[in-house]
């Protein structure tokens, strides 16, 4: 810049934090993109967010971060909650998590309905719970106003026997009959269920309880064969998914050669991989990419196992929270998380994933709500943008030397070119971006194209801040408690994308030729 150090630091006083950014060490980076063929598809609602059946008094750490956001106390008439739904036009939601293999169904011949308690000797600390009916129709109330896809998990645990001499595991077959009654009272009212899900996290080690691979696969025909009965029309009938846990190849290769063709339709899996909430170092795992990069064998691992015992099924990212024990309390609701967050999405999509359902819509740390102002943090918008912008068909998207910089491709859900989401974990290099077609196939564009471009950074350039920049300016929600609309900027398609330090870009580039696209 021609400048000394200490004339540039003094200049970052006088000039706006943005106009700093821009004035950051500056790399050109050219990323090429595959638009000939996709390397991976994903659902047409990619996107998906967990309600758990947490209390107000699940704690870790010496916090209670869940407040009244669980399944059975969440203010179901909040306007700001409806909202954020709406703006996905749809959202997929997953009800369930690690209580759920506790919950008795209020219907039917159960006519206890006991409320859950801290329990020492209890899966995972609490007795058993109960869902009445009159909540389930509160809820469905919500989305009949809302619209999402709805998958609910249901308890895998029933008729099982209870483990004997502190060994977790749970043996004998699943008894359907209270799902049968549960499904059945939904059906009768009309509700609307996307997928029917079985258990959480009983793979292999469990957590707190296990299944054997073959008792689980034999469990999950009759809930195929349950389905199948109760919704003849195979136009209507919702999926079927399963297991819910963290992958295990010996186990996850052999629930599905027990199951059988055409049983499971979504193979869900569960990843935790940034480790406690409570680790300090939760601020700085965010931002190492080598370290985000470790998972990514077991999206290839899942991805094979699909590929070679289901490939009538399909892998879903079923419950993701980065950090467990409900997230990190000065991380996981920040902009910091989406280091994390974005970078996931992107890594899952070209592993062939369906779907990725973040923990939590609202909750813990992690969600994508505030558990009590209900106000979106920052991974709301990241999420809403991604839906928007990402269509189904993920593209080849590379470039060579810089390991902070991660870039995503796919076909533009808007429009006939390319969607491209950006990451920046560096906090210090600026990069000058330029997108071309690895065919050379219009790759360049003329003077005069235009792009649309959605710059995503923290407030006052602090990545642990929870409120969001979009191009400059902070996202709030309107007087009347909407989502606000996410404007682009129009640029000049020919320029190269500037991409500040600790910041986020998706952009859309309608004049690239991608024939996978057209």
Sequence with gaps: M?????????????????????????????????????????????????????????????????????ILNLDLKNKILA??????????????????????????TMKICPRFQKRKDGLFGFSRGCLPMKRWDELNALFNKTGPLVTFSLNALIGRQNPV??????????????????INYT????????????????????????????QYGKDMIVLKELVKELYPDPSTRPKVLGPGGFYDEEWFNEFLQ?????????????????GAGVDKNLINKIQDPYYLDRIA??????????????????????????AYNSGGKDVSHTFADGFWYLDQLGMTSTF???????????????????????IPNPDYYGALLWHRLMGKNVLAATHEGFPYLRVYSHCSKTSSGIAVLIINISNSTRFEVSIVNDYNMGGKFEVGQQREEYHLTPKGGNIQSDVLLLNGTPL?????????????????ASKPITVVPHSFVFVNLRGFNAPVCA
């Design 476 to 492: 709030k929600l309107t007087e009347a408690s909407d989502i606000p609309a996410l404007e682009p900027q129009i640029v000049d």
């Design 83 to 108: 909202n954020a739904i709406k703006a996905f036009n749809p959202l997929r939601i997953r009800i369930g998590g690690s209580l759920e293999d506790q919950v008795v169904y209020k219907v039917g």
């Design 2 to 70: 021609g400048c000394s150090r200490a004339v540039f630091l003094l200049g970052c006083v006088l000039l706006t934090w943005w106009l700093c950014l821009s004035l950051a060490a500056a790399e050109e980076v050219k990323v090429k993109v595959k638009g000939v063929t996709s390397i991976a598809k994903t659902d047409g609602n990619f996107i998906c967010a967990t309600l758990d059946w947490w209390p107000e008094d699940k704690c870790d750490y010496n916090q209670c971060p869940w407040g009244k956001a669980g």
């Design 297 to 322: 064998q077991t999206y290839k691992d899942i991805s094979r196992s699909v590929d070679l015992f289901g490939p009538w099924s399909g892998a879903w990212v079923g419950e993701a929270g980065g």
């Design 352 to 374: 062939n994933h369906k779907v990725f359902c973040r923990q939590a819509l609202i909750g813990g740390n992690y969600g994508l709500l505030n558990t009590t102002t209900f």
């Design 187 to 214: 059906i009768s009212k009309g509700y609307k269920i996307d997928s029917w899900e079985l258990g959480n996290e009983l793979c292999a080690n469990g957590v707190s309880a296990r299944v054997e691979a073959s």
């Design 258 to 274: 027990t199951s059988g063709a055409g049983v499971v339709d979504g193979l869900t899996h569960h990843i935790y991989n940034l």
């Design 165 to 182: 001499g502190g060994d977790t595991l749970w043996a004998g077959d699943w008894n359907a009959q209270n799902a049968r009654d549960f």
